[in-house]
């Protein structure tokens, strides 16, 4: 096969109390899982080694908050995992809390089997508030705790597959995918920890699992790419989190899903010939873009005002 068995490690919750050596058990188990079926890498979740801290309010320097955060990886916890993954044979898409000297970011690595960090991805579509809100029904303060990604959206040469990341609320914007698409991705691996509402009228407990996978289809499908997707799900401290874990081909097919809302591997064999005939095809980029027709997508933040062509290029009449 021209690409790799890829595995995606679903997790259950985790409360405030698991310790990362608690966690990280967790995640052998389910690493020696993947070996079993085959797998030569495996996705793991966004801020995989804790619970999601984010829906708590906390002051920057506060001791419970930079407990959440790594600064050296792998650190002492971490180890274990990497060991065991370079045992096995394994490379993994692992989701933590960094700590890069004043800076704090929601980020992402590739670990090669050897132990290699290959690349690293920093969240850049940081969602939720930077100040509670307390008529919702939960916090998501990710703008309080990360700083915007400075590495934008990088595509590695790695385990044979042009790898990119990209976490969670990234998934939901179509740019995400198309920087990466434009880079000759093959496989994008995803975590995510997804509240199922916390009380939004709209993009609430409904449309939450229709969301995910809506979006993550579509991204993969416009970029003829493999999208390997893992949640971190099921009742964290009270607070519910969608599972629905899964890889999605090039075609935008659902592959294969999680079925259940705790720690779960599913599996699926990456043929990265499929992404590259789909490339070649419908999706043949250099072929079909016509640049000139997107620059408010650079150019504007916001939406702004009507972009209309002159009445006369249109051939109308009252020109
Ligand atoms: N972790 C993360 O990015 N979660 C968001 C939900 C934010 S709700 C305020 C997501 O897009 O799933």
């Avoid at 708590?56 to 955060?69: K, N, P, S, T």
């Avoid at 050296?72 to 890069?100: H, N, V």
């Avoid at 990234?170 to 994008?188: A, C, H, S």
């Avoid at 999706?283 to 006369?312: C, M, S």
Wanted: hydrophobic letters at 40%.
């Amino acid at each position: 096969m021209d690409g790799i068995v890829t595995g995606v490690a679903q997790m259950g919750a985790i409360q405030k109390a698991d310790t990362r050596e608690t966690v990280v058990a967790r995640m052998i188990e389910l690493l020696r899982e993947a070996k079993a079926r085959g797998c030569g890498f495996v996705v793991f979740p966004e801020l995989a080694l804790t619970t999601f801290f984010p829906r708590w309010v906390y002051d920057r320097g506060d001791a419970e908050l930079e407990a959440f955060y790594e600064d050296t990886m792998p650190g002492p916890a971490t180890r274990p995992l990497f060991d065991m993954a370079r045992d096995l044979g394994i490379g993994f898409y692992l989701g933590y809390a960094e700590k890069a000297g004043a800076k704090r970011f929601n980020t992402a690595i590739l670990v090669e089997p050897s132990g290699r960090i290959a690349g690293k991805y920093r969240k850049v579509h940081l969602p939720g508030h930077a100040e509670p809100d307390p008529s919702r029904l939960g916090e998501h303060l990710e703008k309080r705790y990360f700083d915007v990604g400075d590495l934008g959206f990088p595509v590695y040469e790695t385990m044979g597959v042009k790898m990119g990341m990209c976490i969670c609320n990234d998934r939901r914007w179509p740019e995400t995918y198309r920087v990466m698409g434009l880079q000759g991705v093959e496989l994008i691996a995803l975590g995510y920890n997804t509240p199922t509402g916390l009380g939004e009228p709209y993009q609430a407990a409904a449309q939450a699992n229709f969301h995910n996978s809506l979006t993550m289809q579509a991204g993969a499908y416009h970029n003829a790419c493999w999208v390997a997707a893992a949640a971190k799900c099921g009742v964290e401290e009270g607070f519910p989190m969608i599972g629905q874990s899964m890889i999605i081909s090039p075609l935008g097919e659902v592959v294969a899903q999680a079925a259940t809302l705790e720690d779960e591997l599913i599996a699926a064999r990456c043929d990265m010939k499929m992404a590259r005939y789909a490339k070649t095809e419908i999706f043949n980029l250099a072929r079909h873009r016509r640049p000139e027709a997107y620059r408010p997508i650079v150019e504007r933040v916001g939406a702004g005002g009507l972009i209309q062509p002159d009445r006369k290029a249109m051939g109308l009449d009252d020109a």
